[in-house]
Structures are given as structure tokens and as C-alpha cells.
């Protein structure tokens, strides 16, 4: 379905503000809390099917080793993008890749092995965390 054409129904909108506002990924459980406090208690069902949407629909991204969900911030959202991750303050900034994906596609290859899908994860610290001082200095 194209963006065009898409709906984006209240509690869709709602969900994506809610990953949007939180400048980092977020945990499905926190998005039910969140929604919970606002809505009334919210079945889990519920929000993972619109995370489902919005996953499918290239409005957000999963994030495998945080176990979280995070913002596309591409447009149009692209398969070949991999998250710088930070362990100080848990920002994802999302990169687009190609030359990676192309690397590990020929790999794939060339080991005869058939991806069915790659998720591209660097784990380390930001730029800004990198420049805070230390707190032991």
C-alpha cells in the first residue's frame, strides 16, 4: 500500500508520536504503560498489532538487540540501513548501509547461504557521550 493511501488510524498515530517523542528506542511494554496511563488499560495484543502496521509499512524499525522499536527517520524507508547503538544513553541513530548489505548479501552468496532477513546493529558509544567528561576525572 503506498504512504498515500495508507491509514494512519488515531491509536496508529498515537503509538508512532509516542516512539517519535522518545528520541530513543522503546520497549513495546513502556509503549502499554504510556498508553495505558492515557487510555485506560491497553491489551498487548493491541499495540504489537499496530506495531506490526507500522513495522510493515516502514514507519518504524525493530530493533533485535534492544529488543525495542525506533523511529524511521529515511524516506522512503529503505531495507539497507543498520543503528549505531549507544550503551551510555541508549540513543539508536539510524544509517543508512548499502555498502554493508552489499558486503554481507556477497557473503551470503558466496557461502551459498539464503538470507531471509539481516539486521545490522553497532553497539559502542556517541559522539556526545564521548565528549562528556568522565565523572571519576
Do not use: W
Not at 543508512?96 to 551459498?112: F, M, P, Q, V
Amino acid at each position: 500500500m503506498s504512504a498515500a493511501r495508507e491509514k494512519l488510524t488515531p491509536l496508529r498515530r498515537e503509538i508512532l508520536d509516542l516512539i517519535k517523542a522518545a528520541h530513543k528506542p522503546v520497549k513495546a511494554y513502556d509503549l502499554i504503560a504510556a498508553l495505558s496511563r492515557k487510555r485506560g488499560a491497553v491489551a498487548p495484543p493491541t499495540v504489537y498489532r499496530v506495531l506490526g502496521y507500522l513495522l510493515e509499512h516502514g514507519h518504524i524499525h525493530r530493533i533485535e538487540s534492544l529488543n525495542a522499536f525506533a523511529l524511521c527517520s529515511h524516506a522512503p524507508a529503505t531495507a539497507d540501513h543498520a543503528f549505531l547503538i549507544c550503551d551510555n544513553c541508549g540513543t539508536a541513530a539510524e544509517v543508512c548501509s548499502g555498502d554493508a548489505y552489499d558486503a554481507l548479501k556477497a557473503l551470503c552468496t558466496r557461502r551459498g547461504f539464503t538470507a531471509a532477513q539481516m539486521s545490522l546493529e553497532v553497539r559502542g558509544q556517541c559522539k556526545s557521550c564521548k565528549a562528556r567528561p568522565s565523572p571519576l576525572n
